[in-house]
T-cell receptor, first 114, second 118 residues
Framework: AQSVTQLGSHVSVSEGALVLLRCNYSSSVPPYLFWYVQYPNQGLQLLLKYTSAATLVKGINGFEAEFKKSETSFHLTKPSAHMSDAAEYFCAVIPSGGYNKLIFGAGTRLAVHP | GAGVSQSPSNKVTEKGKDVELRCDPISGHTALYWYRQRLGQGLEFLIYFQGNSAPDKSGLPSDRFSAERTGESVSTLTIQRTQQEDSAVYLC????????????????FGEGSRLTVL
């Protein structure tokens, strides 16, 4: 079954530093991949998506992710962290033949320190 | 409001009691999903409704769990004879239609109902 693995349940960075949140997928076919973000006391919202167009995907709030088939990865990055980026981030995949649902990773909680 | 609304936001119950969680999707969204998020874990798919089609119940963990949806509006998730392992945040999401996942991947989530079973 297709799934995603997020390395690191907690990541801590300083304000202004690079943000790198890792996601690897298992899939025998090119998948549809997504990053969602959950800010404190809010519902999840879509950050960005990969649907087999450009491999470098730009999302909201300066985040981007690069699809690397050779590494089966879809890591999320942001050049300079802001305090408001503190949240939980979820990588997700649509399983092949299962277009009616998303399969989520365990999530990575990002802390940003001044 | 215009977003997905869930109630109650918090529910504490005793083991063995039944609980009912409610979700009001965004108006016009035909697809509705329930997910469960246990502490420190990812979102676990439970059930999916799409219009008048038969729901996809493949994620329901046991026959103690059931869900209904009235047309294309409100949905209720019922957990019978609750157990401590049912403690989690139950998230509801909606989207315009199933194909919206292929096109945008965008599900609109509510803030969740936090269930604690003592």
């Amino acid at each position: 079954a297709q799934s995603v693995t997020q390395l690191g349940s907690h990541v801590s960075v300083s304000e202004g530093a690079l943000v790198l949140l890792r996601c690897n997928y298992s899939s025998s076919v090119p998948p549809y991949l997504f990053w969602y973000v959950q800010y404190p006391n809010q519902g999840l919202q879509l950050l960005l998506k990969y649907t087999s167009a450009a491999t470098l995907v730009k999302g909201i709030n300066g985040f981007e992710a690069e699809f690397k088939k050779s590494e089966t990865s879809f890591h999320l990055t942001k050049p300079s962290a802001h305090m408001s980026d503190a949240a939980e981030y979820f990588c997700a995949v649509i399983p092949s033949g299962g277009y009616n649902k998303l399969i989520f990773g365990a999530g990575t909680r990002l802390a940003v320190h001044p | 409001g215009a977003g997905v609304s869930q109630s109650p936001s918090n529910k504490v119950t005793e083991k063995g009691k039944d609980v009912e969680l409610r979700c009001d999707p965004i108006s016009g969204h035909t697809a509705l999903y329930w997910y469960r998020q246990r502490l420190g874990q990812g979102l676990e798919f439970l059930i999916y409704f799409q219009g008048n089609s038969a729901p996809d119940k493949s994620g329901l963990p046991s026959d103690r769990f059931s869900a209904e949806r009235t047309g294309e509006s409100v949905s209720t998730l019922t957990i019978q004879r609750t157990q401590q392992e049912d403690s989690a945040v139950y998230l509801c999401a909606s989207s315009l239609e199933r194909v919206a996942i292929l096109n945008t991947g965008e599900l609109f989530f509510g803030e969740g109902s936090r269930l604690t079973v003592l």
